[in-house]
């Protein structure tokens, strides 16, 4: 797996100097200029809605700490503050992703999006981002992560490609095994989060297996 970081304007447009006077219809013009443009946003075409995973637990906690320690990569840290990202682009051969993970001692966020843009590479890569040094978060804060630490840790997602299939929520993975599915939607790439942001404390050791199936 490769580790690297994920980071990415504007298009202005200049005024014209608008004659003395309007010749016929110009005012009309303008008014169906602004018009197409709104048609246009309006006829952007719309993803498909993702269907739901399948998800499971089990208390085979131990068990599959045994199993994957020996693996390489299997077994991280996700420093406090961090967000690990998993991308997993879908492949001809296969008809959906597989998920299993547990942690030592404390929960974990976990979330899937998927990316709408075209495959280009078929390799599995793992980023890592921080959270941004001025975020303040509560160490037992419950409930779900904050949409600020979904992508990158940024507040608003700038990709307009990606599509939510299950949100950042804190897991009892230290107690149980979270596992799942879920079937191919399409051509794309899965982003597969473990958030350990609102930490500001804790690392916490991820033990995980992220696998195809026909």
Known sequence: MDENQEHSGKLSQGNEEAPNELAPGEGHEENNSSGSCQLSAEMKPQMPPLKPPTTWTSAAVKELKTKLQPEKDSMV???RGDIMTVHVPTVPEAKKVCWEFATDGYDIGFGIYFDWTPVTSRSITVHISESSDDEEEEEEL??????GDVEKGSKTHTNSNLAEILPVYR??????????????????????????SYSLWRNKTLYYRIYYSA
């Open 142 to 147: 419950e409930g779900p992560v904050p949409n």
């Open 77 to 79: 840290t996700v420093y």
């Open 171 to 196: 897991q009892d993975s230290h107690l149980s095994v979270q596992g799942g599915s879920h079937e191919f939607p399409g051509e794309g790439t899965y982003l597969i989060k473990f958030d350990n």
